[in-house]
């Protein structure tokens, strides 16, 4: 199975609250986050599906993802939405091994809270002018940088320093969704490798179940 998503935009700051009165009965609004975790997620999967599931005894893909949030806490998970981490198991994983000759982990530049570090790293010439800055703790937010951009590569480091402020705490990936990996991973920014430079490569995932490739997203 094939599904074809937008292409990401060069610039993401995450899901956006809608306004007005909507906001106090969203899912990101003050109250919804109060809510026990397991009625958080039967109430998001009755407003993505349109009906109840059945988290205790799932039966669908959809239901049994639900009760992995709920209940499957393994430290073999911990580190698995920690960017970094990430990088390091795959490093791990490959050292050593010869019939992986093409695999490429995207460089690291630099990693931390400081955003004068990174734009001394600009200033000096060692930060590429195709780049990505995101957090390392969190999903969907991003600020990517090319050489052939509009207005050239040069970063615009108040609003960085802002982003770095406003994306440098734990946010709806644990707070709301319950998403329970992202509560372990290191809070911190990062400046990436971009890959393809402004021309963004097709994204793609596959789900495995049992050692074998099921679905193919793109």
Known sequence: HILRHRVRPISDSG???PRGLRRIIHPLG??????????????LFLRHRGTWGNFRAP????EKMQWRILN???PLLRWTA???????????????RTDLPHLKIPATYWAGH????????????????DWVFKPNHSCG???????????????DWSELSSLARAWGDFDEENRVMGHWAYGHARPAMLAEERIGGAHQPPEIKVLCFDGRAHSLMV
Request: aromatic share 4%.
């Open 141 to 155: 937010r991003v600020r990517l940088f090319a050489a052939s951009d509009d207005g050239g590569p040069t970063p």
């Open 72 to 74: 499957d806490h393994r």
């Open 82 to 96: 920690d960017k970094q981490a990430q990088k390091e198991y795959v490093r791990r994983c490959v050292s050593g």
């Open 15 to 17: 899901p956006h609250m």
């Open 114 to 129: 400081d955003i004068a570090e990174l734009r001394e790293l600009s200033m000096s010439g060692r930060l590429p002018a």
């Open 30 to 43: 003050p109250l919804f986050r109060h809510l026990p975790l397991a009625l958080r997620r039967h109430l």
């Open 59 to 62: 039966r669908s893909l959809g």
